[in-house]
């Protein structure tokens, strides 16, 4: 059942805390995580967006706050490849790359969005 508005709203406070504390403050994984996050609901609609799968990546994120276990190393190289990924984007900007170089990344890139796409379809989260 999709989510209403109020509820959208609520679930991206909800999550947005959560992020917090499971990165337990740190810079610069809680802007990566706020910027992430703010991408997700700003492009996704409403009607996306599923109660039940945004409960589902609230256990998971209590899970990465309370254990340093998997879904701890899972949410840290999600923030780490996320940071890296702005990282370059910003520097692309001001320097050429070597040929082939972008092509490689941007596989890279596509294939590491693949994984966390079927991470979500098992799990039934919404990672981004």
Same mark, same amino acid.
Request: with cysteine; proline share 2%.
């Given at each position: 059942? =999709? $989510? ?5 709203? &609520? ?13 337990? @403050?740190?810079? =610069?994984? !809680? ?9 997700? @609901?700003?492009?996704?609609? =409403?009607?996306?967006?599923? *109660?039940?799968?945004?409960? #589902?990546?609230?256990? @998971?994120? !209590? ?9 701890? %190393? ?5 923030? &780490? ?6 990282? &370059?984007?910003?520097? %692309? ?11 490689? #990344?941007?596989?890279?890139?596509? *294939? @590491? ?12 989260? $919404?990672?981004?």
């Amino acid at each position: 059942m =999709p $989510c209403s508005r109020t509820q959208v709203l &609520h679930s991206y406070r909800h999550l947005y805390r959560q992020l917090l504390h499971a990165v337990q @403050f740190s810079t =610069p994984a !809680r802007h990566v995580a706020r910027d992430r996050l703010r991408h997700a @609901f700003r492009k996704g609609k =409403p009607t996306d967006y599923q *109660h039940e799968s945004i409960v #589902r990546t609230l256990e @998971f994120l !209590r899970g990465a706050t309370e254990w340093s276990g998997l879904e701890h %190393r899972i949410l840290a190289n999600l923030l &780490h490849v996320g940071y890296w990924e702005w990282k &370059h984007q910003m520097t %692309r900007q001001y320097k050429s790359e070597k040929k082939g170089e972008a092509e490689t #990344r941007r596989k890279a890139y596509a *294939h @590491f969005n693949q994984t966390v796409e079927m991470l979500n379809l098992s799990l039934g989260l $919404c990672l981004r």
